[in-house]
């Protein structure tokens, strides 16, 4: 028969076990959005079972002073086999969390990865096409600051490409964004996802930077191999930074993410891998750590970012980039009901910062599609279409959306030019879809 004192100890010891467990998952970067953005009952269990081992046993002490000792006694078992459990289960997992990304081993792949610290060298001012200068604009854009302009012909002329450029129309940094290809993923497009990486290398554009969800399930050095070497026979060539994305971040992910990306010796401003600003030469690039929400958005990166925002030149063109958007159409989840478009959390911890400190350009992912949107002067692009499955027709279409494309894949091209940003959204073989010029 277990004593009082053995019973309590046991589950003191479960609860304990519970709490570091948690503690653990909940310490792991981007690991807190999964609790409010899915929130799925077996996290719920997870949170609260260390509670249930001890509420039994202490629901057992008013029964010791019954004359039967059998229903103590029920009480005191119970008690125990939950302690067990919930032990067992908490041991488990954190093992799980722990050891399985660290069990596979990541192949070292030959990649032009930027390190946020050296920053981007433009590698000259000549652009893969000339189709930039083609087109006409139309100046009378719902937004300020946004011009739309008619999509490109299919034909390029021969004589539009010949035509020599005017050092206004002469790139001075040439930029590329994409999204959530979501290696390992049955459901994600192998097809468009190398076509997108091909046409990007033939672009060969100053810097391709890839926004997140770079794989299915964070913790899978497989699904890690895959994208790594896909990458290195793709875009060997093509300098490289990704973020980490929420799927990236599942399950302990984050050490693999770092192995993958962002290896020994690489550094940042910030101090973190997850954020960082960039000097890119003609623009200033700046990566916030938003994963999910705003869950990892602590005091730390917040200050940061204000300092690095209030220090960026004025005459360049300020680039901020997400995994996670603000102003976006979407849908709600069909089984968690959360509000995948304008985003709750990220527009009003971030954007009054974008305003006063005239950000001029945010890009993003998370939503499966290709949007452009404007917003008090600040243009807002959605690229989450490098593979990973559309998502569907959006519900809500987002009073500031100007251009949407859904069940798309394809990329961002940003041109950065005397005062003037060039945005063309692509498809997966470098087609024009959509552009937009705005001033900087
Ligand atoms: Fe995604």
Known sequence: MPARRTMFIAALVALVLGIIMNSYHYSLEGARGLYVWHPLLALKILLFMGLVPISIAIVSLPLEKLAKKWPMLVMRWISMAASILVGAVSIALLAFLIIVPRIGSLEPARLELIDPAKGIHALGTQPAEASFSAGTTNKGAAQPGIALQQPQSAALQPAIIAQARSPLDMPLLRLSFSSDPHWGADTSNAQARTQILESIAQRKPDAFFMLGDTVETGNSATQWNFALSDLEALIPHVPVRPLLGNHDALFGGQ??????????????????????????????????????????????????????????????????LSHSYFYASGYDDPDF?????????????????????????????????????????????????????????PSYRSPWSQWLAVSAFGWLDVEVLPGRLVLVFRDERGAERHRAELSY
């Open 255 to 320: 050490y693999l993410y770092r192995k993958a990306f962002f290896p020994k010796g690489f550094s940042s401003d910030s101090g973190s891998p997850y954020y960082w600003s960039i000097d890119a030469g003609a623009a200033t690039i700046v990566a916030v750590d938003l994963p999910w929400g705003t869950e990892n958005f602590g005091a730390r990166q917040r200050a940061w970012l204000e300092k690095t925002l209030a220090a960026a030149d004025p005459h360049k063109p300020l680039i901020v």
């Open 337 to 393: 009901g959360s509000p995948w478009y304008d985003h709750y959390q990220n527009i009003p911890a971030l954007v009054p910062l974008f305003e006063k400190y005239g950000v001029d350009l945010v890009i993003s992912g998370h939503n499966h599609y290709q949007e452009l949107l404007a917003h008090n002067g600040i243009a807002y692009a959605i690229v989450g279409s490098m593979g990973g499955i559309p998502d569907p027709q």
